[in-house]
């Protein structure tokens, strides 16, 4: 008998291979494969580049603030993202992200690698409403996306 599993996000794999016909395969592999995701999830995201700089959910909170002021330190930004991020759009921007307030709860739901970038799922939780976003940053710590909508 055989029973397998892939895991991609973790690259791995759990394959058993018995001899028997009486015994019930699935309930190791089920064991062993929970072991796995235990052991990987310990270890953090798999393959997510590390960013200097603030932790994300600081991160991404001061870049709102700065959204909301619309004032941006552009230092802060990847070149193309920079580029993207006219002052019209920041301007354009600014009145109606500072009309949600201050964010009474700001939940990091999931880190993950994409593109050889940090990408952070964030939640924002505000007094009127509430915003999901994802912000990307390389490991020198310049945030190369922040993409933010209201629930």
Do not use: C, W
Not at 125 to 134: E, H, R, S, Y
């Amino acid at each position: 008998m055989a029973v397998n599993a892939i895991v991609p996000r973790t690259k791995s794999a759990v394959i058993l291979l018995t001899n028997t016909e009486h015994l019930p395969a699935d309930t190791l592999h089920s064991t062993i494969l929970q072991l796995l995701l235990e052991d990987q999830k310990k270890k953090g995201p798999a393959n997510v580049p590390k960013v200097n700089g603030p932790a994300p959910k600081e991160a991404a909170l001061d870049f709102l603030h700065q959204m909301q002021a619309g004032k941006l330190d552009r230092d802060k930004l990847g070149d193309e993202f920079g580029l993207f991020l006219t002052d019209l759009k920041l301007q354009a921007a600014a009145p109606r992200l500072k009309a949600l307030g201050e964010p009474e709860k700001v939940e990091v739901s999931r880190v993950y690698e994409r593109g050889g970038m940090e990408v952070v799922s964030i939640h924002f939780t505000f007094k009127a409403a509430a915003a999901g976003g994802l912000l990307y940053r390389t490991p020198d710590g310049k945030i190369q996306q922040f993409l933010i909508r209201k629930q």
